[in-house]
């Protein structure tokens, strides 16, 4: 891990309650039908633990550990999730779980692959606390492949600069297209892909979508990032963020974000 990692999107009010809408239903129906009452499930990169809180829901009296490598992040979370009593947080990063080989039946993770610099390092370590038979799920965006209309010239300018950012922060934001060169990379053959998208448009989503991100543009997480690195100059950022509540607000407006999504047999 030759390049240091940092979150591109930080810990900031706008991000964590974006994060806070996804749900098993939104970010995991790929995976649903795995789901039955007594399982053990590990979530990694629970972020505000919203999926956590769901999983938890579907599987008791199973038990689901929940685990970020913010301790900030998973106060929230756990606060949030007061009174799921089969519901645990502990916070690690994805390289070295503290949980023995073969502990959980699902191992899952949402977002999470693209933000690490050795993502099959990640993958292994998820199979190995994964017991014979269980399953790996992993779910990533592919930021080069987002779609949009109108193509408004700052929403490219913002693609073009999120990328160059998350990738100097060590990650892949085009994760989706990668992901079952990873798990090949990682030895883990049985293998099952899936895709599937977001889709924001006028009446149905986008003004929520468009105006999320014009804040989070600017939110110091990731403005100051893309100002420290020469990326970007302030005026530049304010731009972006203007070009998003222009799409927000336009009519017209559609905005896809593709997933690619697999299910791993241990």
Same mark, same amino acid.
């Given at each position: 891990?030759?390049?240091?990692?940092?979150?591109?999107?930080?810990?900031?009010?706008?991000?964590?309650?974006?994060?806070? !809408?996804?749900?098993?239903? *939104?970010?995991?129906?790929?995976?649903?039908?795995?789901?039955?009452?007594?399982?053990?499930?590990?979530?990694?990169?629970?972020?505000?633990?919203?999926?956590?809180? %769901?999983?938890?829901?579907?599987?008791?009296?199973?038990?689901?550990?929940?685990?970020?490598?913010?301790?900030?992040?998973?106060?929230?979370?756990?606060?949030?999730?007061?009174?799921?009593? *089969?519901?645990?947080?502990?916070?690690?990063?994805? #390289?070295?779980?503290?949980?023995? $080989?073969?502990?959980?039946?699902?191992?899952?993770?949402?977002?999470? /692959?693209?933000?690490?610099?050795?993502?099959?390092?990640?993958? !292994?370590?998820?199979?190995?606390?994964?017991?014979?038979?269980?399953?790996?799920?992993?779910?990533?965006? %592919?930021?080069?492949?987002?779609?949009? #209309?109108?193509?408004?010239?700052?929403?490219?300018?913002?693609?073009?600069? #999120?990328?160059?950012?998350?990738?100097? *922060?060590?990650?892949?934001? $085009?994760?989706?297209?990668? /992901?079952?060169?990873?798990?090949?990379?990682?030895?883990?053959?049985?293998?099952?892909?899936?895709?599937?998208?977001?889709?924001?448009?006028?009446?149905?989503?986008?003004?929520?979508?468009? !105006?999320?991100?014009?804040?989070?543009?600017?939110?110091?997480?990731?403005?100051?990032?893309?100002?420290?690195?020469?990326?970007?100059?302030?005026?530049?950022?304010?731009?972006?963020?203007?070009?998003?509540?222009?799409?927000?607000?336009?009519?017209?407006?559609?905005?896809?974000?593709?997933?690619?999504?697999?299910?791993?047999?241990?």
């Amino acid at each position: 891990m030759s390049t240091p990692e940092r979150y591109t999107h930080g810990y900031t009010e706008s991000v964590l309650t974006s994060h806070s !809408r996804r749900t098993v239903e *939104n970010s995991f129906a790929y995976g649903r039908h795995l789901l039955r009452p007594g399982l053990t499930v590990l979530d990694l990169g629970c972020g505000p633990g919203t999926i956590s809180v %769901d999983l938890a829901s579907r599987v008791a009296p199973g038990q689901v550990v929940a685990v970020d490598i913010d301790a900030g992040v998973l106060a929230r979370a756990q606060e949030k999730a007061s009174g799921v009593s *089969n519901l645990w947080f502990v916070q690690a990063g994805a #390289y070295q779980l503290a949980f023995p $080989d073969a502990t959980f039946d699902l191992s899952h993770a949402h977002q999470v /692959l693209q933000h690490l610099s050795d993502p099959v390092a990640a993958l !292994r370590e998820l199979a190995r606390v994964t017991r014979p038979g269980g399953t790996v799920a992993v779910r990533d965006a %592919d930021y080069g492949a987002l779609s949009w #209309y109108p193509e408004l010239p700052g929403l490219e300018k913002w693609r073009v600069l #999120y990328r160059t950012v998350a990738r100097a *922060n060590g990650g892949e934001p $085009d994760a989706g297209r990668h /992901l079952l060169s990873w798990a090949h990379t990682a030895g883990l053959g049985q293998v099952e892909v899936h895709t599937s998208t977001w889709t924001f448009s006028a009446g149905d989503g986008a003004a929520w979508w468009g !105006r999320s991100w014009a804040r989070r543009v600017e939110d110091p997480a990731f403005a100051d990032q893309a100002v420290s690195l020469g990326l970007a100059s302030a005026s530049d950022v304010t731009e972006l963020s203007e070009a998003w509540l222009a799409w927000a607000d336009d009519p017209d407006a559609i905005f896809v974000v593709p997933h690619t999504e697999l299910l791993i047999t241990c």
